[in-house]
């Protein structure tokens, strides 16, 4: 397919190919080898290249060095490899890179994307990759619903659990593109606390005497009941793409590559075991 790649970001769109054929790691190049050969067939939306919507969410989904870098990244990374692709990716909200997938306009998106059933309506939903827990970024170590009353809350956009803390009596919740801009008000003192998956909270903290704490279940806040199953969302109209990229998350749980990329980013190795696969 040749359609061209669109970013929806503000700015300019940074296109890197990143990937060259290499088997699985961490390595980057700018090209793949002559005689590298995919272990699967399927388009993507540019012959020859991933597209990806890249959501800056340490440590699911960053930029580092002008590379991809985290834990979804790593997985494409490897993906991309496999599959004698090189990367071009462009930097999105959580707002956007749903649509850019829905519509088309790139083949993935990254971020610690949640297994949501509105989500599964408009994109496809991978297999799950990995669990993740609501966490609290505080002061005092705030770790139960109670807690969060009367206080002055931060959240990222998109987020399962944005209208449940919009409910709460006596609070303020405001919402962010990213985990980074969520971290730096909360550090900057304009919001009291900070509420962000484990990983992405667990990074924020760091260097911090801010502390990071599991929010306790609570039926207030649906999403403490259960942790959330995060995916990689996919063009829908690419049954071959998606078939293949769940074969390699399947494959690299079993191997236990999965809890290496875990491990190296901050995410013990229990998140690796999502159970069946459910939605939210």
């Not at 989904?61 to 834990?71: D, V, Y």
């Not at 990213?178 to 304009?190: F, I, M, P, T, W």
């Not at 191997?255 to 690796?272: C, F, H, K, Q």
């Amino acid at each position: 397919m040749n359609k061209h790649f669109k970013a929806m970001a503000l700015g300019a769109a940074l296109l890197t190919g990143l990937t060259a054929c290499a088997s699985g790691g961490n390595g980057a190049n700018n090209a793949v080898a002559d005689d590298c050969k995919p272990k699967h067939e399927f388009s993507t939306i540019k012959e020859g290249v991933l597209t990806v919507a890249l959501t800056n969410t340490p440590p699911y989904s960053f930029e580092e060095n002008g590379k991809l870098a985290g834990i979804d990244s790593e997985i494409l990374t490897d993906f991309a490899a496999q599959e004698c692709l090189t990367v071009e990716y462009a930097p999105y909200t959580y707002a956007t890179a749903v649509p850019a997938v829905e519509q088309g306009r790139v083949d993935v998106a990254i971020g610690g994307f949640y297994r949501t059933a509105a989500r599964g309506e408009v994109v496809r939903l991978s297999e799950p990759v990995y669990l993740d827990e609501l966490s609290v970024i505080s002061k005092d170590g705030v770790s139960t619903v109670d807690g969060l009353l009367g206080k002055k809350l931060g959240t990222v956009e998109g987020y399962l659990w944005v209208d449940a803390l919009k409910s709460l009596p006596g609070t303020e919740t405001r919402t962010y593109p990213d985990s980074l801009n969520l971290a730096q008000d909360v550090k900057a003192g304009r919001i009291d606390i900070g509420l962000d998956g484990y990983g992405a909270a667990a990074r924020s903290a760091e260097g911090t005497d801010f502390k990071v704490e599991v929010l306790e279940k609570d039926d207030r806040v649906p999403a403490t009941v259960e942790p959330s199953q995060t995916s990689l969302l996919m063009n829908p109209g690419n049954d071959q793409f998606g078939d293949a990229l769940d074969e390699t998350i399947v494959e690299m749980r079993e191997t236990g590559r999965l809890v290496e990329i875990l491990e190296n980013n901050g995410l013990p190795a229990s998140a690796a075991e999502v159970g069946d696969a459910r939605l939210i």
